[in-house]
Each structure stands twice: as C-alpha cells, then as structure tokens.
C-alpha cells in the first residue's frame, strides 16, 4: 500500500514534469512530438544479491527479415527450384538465423498479385520451428506452398511491451478494401513515447486500441496517414509524418497489398538494420548473418543509414531516401557485447572481432591490477557460454593462460536472457554443468560478458566450487555495470531488476564496490570493464553509441523522462509493469 501511495506521489510529480517540459517547448502533450533526433536530453540478499527483489524479467530484442523478387528482371541465383514467386520460402530460413533475437513468438506476411488474398500473413507464438512446423517435412511444405509469394517480411519476437499471447505476435496486418490502404508490418525496438501516442490516438474519440502496445499504435499512425491519401500512397511521407511523433528505436518492415516493400531505421539507428541489392532480388535483415548465409558476401551487405528507408516497388524497382532528418547515430553497443550473433557485422563492425577486443581489454586491466597469479599453471581462463567465448579467448591469448571449457552448456537450452519469469531462473540453474575434470584446484578467471539481474551468477558460482572443485573464482565482466533501465527495446526497463545500481549508484566503479559485490555473489574477487572501453573495442566514436544503460545518459528526450521515473519509483513494486507502461497506465486514468 505504502509503495502504490508511494509510486502515485512520484508519478504525479513527473507528470508535473510531462507537463512542464511540454510548456517549455510550447508543445501539446497529447498531439505532438516529444522526440528531437539527435538530443541528448541530459544537456537473501547478502549471498545472492537481486534474489529478494521482485524483478520482472529482462528479454532481449525482436528480429526483422525481409526478401522481395521483383519480376521482369532475370532470375536471382538464390531463387530456390521453386523459383522467384516462391522466394518467400527462403524467409523461414532467414528468421531462424536470427532467432537469437527472440523465441517467444515468429511469423511472416506474403506477396501475391495472382492470389485473391494479395497478402497472407501466418504467425504464432512459439519458435520459427515450431510455427513453421520446420521439423515435419510435408507440413512445412504445405505451409510454404500456401504462403508462396515474391516478396516477405517476417518477425520473431520477444515482448517488450505487451502481452506473450498470439495476438501481439508480429507481423501486424491490417485489411482494407482499397488495396493501397492493405498493409502488413513488423518491427524491432520499442517506443519510449507508447504512452503518450496511446493518449494522443484515443483522444479524437475515433480510435480504439484492442491491445496494450506499441507495435498496435504503429499501426493506427500508418493507417490515419493512409486514409488522408486519396492516390497511391506515398510511404515516405508516410513515414515522415508519423515517425515524426515517435521517440524511441524502431527498425521496421512494410509489405502492402499493391506490393511495394519499405525497409526504415529509426532516426538514430538504434536498432540495426542490413540490407542486400543484387539484380531482382533485395534482402533485409537485422542482422548480417541472414544476409550471410542466404549465399552474400560480407562485401555485399550494406547497413541500412539512420532515418533512411528502401522503398521497392514492382515497378520502378529500389530506391532509398531519407525519412527524418538524422545527426550523430547512437547505436546500441550492447548489440555488440551481448545481442547480436557472434557472425554478424552491424554498422561495419564485426561483433567477433569487438568482443575479441573486449577480450585484450579484460586482459590489460588484468595486467594493471595484479590481482591474481597470471603465470601460475593452477590459473586457468573459463568463459561462461556462449556469448563470452570470443572475449575469454582472446584474455587468455594476451595474458598466455589457458582457456579451458570448464563450463558445458546444454545445447538444447537456449539464451536464458529471453526466458520469462521463474522459468529463467530454473532455466539458468541447468544450463551449465561445471567439469571437475577442468576446474578442480585451479584458481578459475570466470570470463562473462555481462551481468544484468545476476541470474546467471547466482546459480553459477556455488556450482563451480562445489561441483568443480575450483580453489578461488574471479569475474571478469566484458561490460561496464548495468545501471540504468533501457526504453528502446530491451526488457528491463525499472531500475529495481538491476544488481549493479545498488553497488554503482553512479556508475563508478571503486575497487571497494567491486570487491562488495563480489563477496555478496561468492566471488574472491570481480571486475567490469569502464565505460570507455567500449567504444574503443567497438571501433566507433563514443557518442555515436547509445550507452545509456551504463551512463544514465539517454539519447532522447522521453528516455531520459523515463530515467528520472524509474528513479522516483526505485524501490516501489509496481506490479512488475515496465515503466513506459506505467507512464500509459497513469496518462489513461488521468
Ligand atoms: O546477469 P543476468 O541477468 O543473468 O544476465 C546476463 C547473462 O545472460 C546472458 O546469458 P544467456 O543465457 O542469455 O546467453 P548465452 O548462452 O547466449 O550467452 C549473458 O550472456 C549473461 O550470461
Ligand atoms: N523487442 C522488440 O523489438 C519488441 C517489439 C514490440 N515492442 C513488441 O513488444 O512486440
Ligand atoms: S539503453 Fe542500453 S540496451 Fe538500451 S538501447 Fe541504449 S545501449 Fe542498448
């Protein structure tokens, strides 16, 4: 009771602010945009901590694909037997390349001009595998004869908003007797404004909302849009209109009923965006590695500019322009660190070869602080599978240490980071079987890229030591501390879901909180990375990355609103709600 009373005193307080900031700019804040591109608005639990606290789950991000065979134009070498009009066969493929992104839900959207349905969308809750029936061989193949089509989009999802039921899996289609008003979509990211657009739309009295998300706003902005076209749609300006009210990442895919595809990336390239153009066929995923295995070389594959969009149309073919006016990009470097498939390329860096830099990063700190006996044969490298792999590789490389597989992990499991509820936690509790015949009596350099809520290094440690028989443990994080909440698509938007803000409050790193932290999971001893290495290891400028989660420094304005929130609510329990919904709970009651 105290928290709600307490939570409500907050929430009225920032809305004070809401309002405030919308006198300030002169701007309505129910009709208009809150997003500026570009502003960087800041001008038992001693053991195992984050156990006690009720925390909602942290999911990671959604994945896009995208493959049009325009006719008229040759036959593309990655035409299946079945040929152009079926290249919607080669979509299922290119989500589960991407299914790391998400497995709660999968689905694609099809084609057709010689169908009666121009656009046929299937979508479901569960993986690619499983909506696709991929493992039963005559069903697949009946699914794809009746999706075939020239052109796709397709989604996998994990919910950052929202429910986990079918009705919020992706793509959204929305039918209109005019075909230039049919259109089907999908996206990646997360709209830190879902609350205010959500006022905004309801206040004319004309719309109504069936779900609670963002992916549904979207919807409606388009289709308002739409219907003040009385000619074929222009989807730029459709797409400048829109996305001009909207503050957060989007990286999204269109397919409309008179089969035009239009690829965009939100203004400040958040989410990433890749793309391919060879002869008829164009391809587009979040990631290069559905391009890659598709047959394209690295060469070919082009990332998609912040606020730009391809258009294909059947008749004219590809042509890109920009949207939305674009200044320094701030992508999101935990792509780098953790996200993204370790194969993939994103904005012209690679992420093996970033994590590899993380990796000789660790080791120069491990040098500089001359914790633990580095030319000792006891001492050995264990990286905790899989994402740390490449980094723990290249520690031990640098510092001349083994880098042993201490850790098996079962390869049925799947990233625990996307498992919902208690069922993470159980998840993460199996995953790993600690190897005595590796561990027993060495002094282990436990090598992880990141650590979020502490799951993973909760169910970890105990085990190493009592199953492994490992003599002395120290962490070495390939990440500065998560302390802040992300609103651009990754699902640990409050800040009472995060181990590092009670040690870091600032972010700062001393040794003394290190070694807290370390002492209250099991550790001997613990160590992140600054937040300077990262651009560093990534190869991009600072400030063309988001690094909002270990700076508290966001890119947007109703990000850096949302922080200030989920400060005043620090300590509340608030119905495990993400704090954008919290902010459309309290917009709609008011
Ligand atoms: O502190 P936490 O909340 O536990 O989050 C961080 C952990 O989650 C991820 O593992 P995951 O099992 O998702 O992925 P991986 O097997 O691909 O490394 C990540 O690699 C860390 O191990
Ligand atoms: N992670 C994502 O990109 C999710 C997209 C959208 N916000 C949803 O929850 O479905
Ligand atoms: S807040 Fe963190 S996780 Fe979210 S987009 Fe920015 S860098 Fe990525």
Not at 308 to 324: N, W, Y
Not at 366 to 379: F, G, H, K, N, S
Not at 524 to 537: F, G, H, K, N
Request: charged share 25%.
């Amino acid at each position: 009771m105290l928290a709600r009373v307490r939570f409500a005193v907050c929430f009225y307080a920032d809305l004070r602010i809401l309002e405030d900031f919308k006198l300030s700019r002169g701007i309505d804040l129910r009709g208009t945009p809150l997003y500026k591109p570009g502003t960087n608005a800041s001008q038992d639990s001693a053991r195992h901590p984050g156990n006690s606290v009720d925390m909602s789950e942290i999911h990671h991000e959604c994945g896009v694909a995208a493959i049009y065979h325009l006719s008229g134009r040759g036959r593309s070498p990655m035409c299946t037997e079945d040929g152009p009009r079926q290249i919607s066969r080669l979509l299922p493929r290119m989500l589960l390349d991407i299914q790391n992104r998400g497995q709660l839900a999968a689905g694609m959207t099809t084609y057709d001009p010689d169908q009666p349905r121009l656009l046929r969308t299937r979508k479901d809750v569960g993986t690619v595998t499983e909506v696709f029936r991929l493992n039963h061989r005559a069903k697949a193949e009946s699914l794809m004869k009746s999706l075939a089509g020239r052109a796709a989009i397709g989604h996998v999802r994990y919910a950052t908003c929202g429910q986990d039921d079918r009705s919020y899996a992706q793509p959204f289609e929305r039918k209109h007797i005019h075909k230039r008003k049919w259109f089907s979509f999908c996206f990646n990211g997360q709209l830190s404004n879902y609350g205010l657009l959500k006022e905004r739309l309801l206040a004319d009295g004309d719309h109504h909302l069936t779900l609670d998300t963002d992916t549904e706003i979207i919807l409606h902005e388009f289709a308002r849009q739409m219907s003040q076209s009385p000619t074929r749609i222009n989807w730029i300006d459709v797409l400048k209109q829109t996305t001009a009210g909207f503050d957060g990442a989007y990286s999204l895919a269109v397919l409309t009923a008179e089969g035009e595809m239009i690829v965009a990336r939100d203004p400040l390239g958040i989410k990433p965006m890749c793309y391919v153009h060879d002869g008829p066929l164009f391809a587009a995923a979040s990631e290069s590695v559905a391009l890659l295995n598709l047959g394209f070389s690295n060469e070919q594959i082009k990332s998609l500019p912040p606020g730009h969009a391809i258009i294909i149309d059947p008749e004219t073919g590809f042509r890109m322009e920009r949207f939305a006016e674009t200044e320094d990009p701030k992508h999101c470097f935990f792509e780098w660190i953790y996200f993204a498939n370790v194969a993939s390329t994103l904005d012209e860096q690679s992420v093996y070869l970033s994590r590899t830099r993380l990796g000789e990063e660790l080791a120069r700190a491990e040098r500089e602080l001359d914790r633990v006996a580095l030319d000792c044969p006891d001492t050995i490298i264990v990286p905790v599978p899989d994402t740390s792999k490449a980094a723990a590789d290249s520690m031990a490389y640098q510092l001349s240490i083994p880098c042993r597989e201490g850790l098996i992990r079962n390869r049925y499991a799947g990233r625990t980071f996307i498992e919902g509820g208690t069922a993470r936690k159980a998840k993460a509790a199996t995953k790993y079987t600690p190897l005595r015949e590796v561990m027993e009596g060495k002094r282990i350099i436990l090598v992880e890229d990141s650590i979020v809520r502490s799951t993973t290094m909760n169910v970890l440690l105990d085990r190493i030591r009592d199953v492994g028989g490992a003599k002395e443990i120290h962490v070495r994080v390939a990440c500065p501390p998560i302390i802040a909440p992300c609103f651009y698509g990754i699902d640990m938007s409050t800040i009472d879901q995060l181990i590092a803000p009670k040690y870091f409050p600032n972010g700062k790193l001393t040794d003394e909180a290190q070694q807290r932290l370390a002492d209250d999971l099991g550790a001997d001893s613990l160590r992140y990375l600054p937040v300077e290495a990262i651009a560093r290891a990534i190869g991009k400028p600072s400030d063309h990355l988001c690094q909002a989660c270990v700076t508290g420094k966001y890119p947007t304005v109703c990000g850096q609103h949302l922080y200030q929130i989920a400060l005043d609510n620090r300590g509340c329990k608030l119905n495990n709600k993400r704090t954008y919904e919290q902010l459309a709970a309290a917009l709609s009651q008011g």
